[in-house]
């Protein structure tokens, strides 16, 4: 059975930071392709930040430069650093994995809050 689960997420204020942490288990984790994703109420989800099996990260124009994404192959889990947070990045943070040679998500985890608020 696989499983994602996120932790990390808060409240945090303008300007701070936080890091999201995804455990996975019940996957080959060092042969997936991982991602963090995020939905803001009344909007789609979106993908923030993706790392390859290999190590190449790609980023959404909105968070290049503040966000970083990682992984830890034998702790199987994937890290997002978020610094400089904004209103704008308030949503809730899912943490996504699929295998290399898939092209979209195949496992999702429960989701993480993160509230950007003063």
């Known amino acids: 059975q696989v499983q994602l689960v996120e932790s990390g997420g808060g409240l945090v204020q303008p300007g701070g930071s936080l890091r999201l942490s995804c455990a996975a288990s019940?996957?080959?984790?060092?042969?997936?392709?991982m991602g963090w994703h995020r939905q803001a109420p009344g909007k789609q989800r979106e993908l923030v930040a993706a790392?390859?099996?290999?190590?190449?990260?790609n980023y959404a124009d909105s968070v290049k430069g503040r966000f970083t994404i990682s992984r830890d192959n034998a702790k199987k889990t994937v890290y997002l650093q978020m610094n400089s947070l904004k209103a704008d990045d308030t949503a809730v943070y899912y943490c996504?994995?699929?295998?290399?040679?898939?092209?979209?998500?195949?496992?999702w985890g429960q989701g993480t809050q993160v509230t950007v608020s003063s």
């Open positions: 019940g996957i080959i984790f060092s042969r997936n392709s």
């Open positions: 790392i390859t099996s290999g190590g190449s990260t």
């Open positions: 996504s994995a699929r295998r290399s040679w898939i092209a979209t998500p195949e496992y």
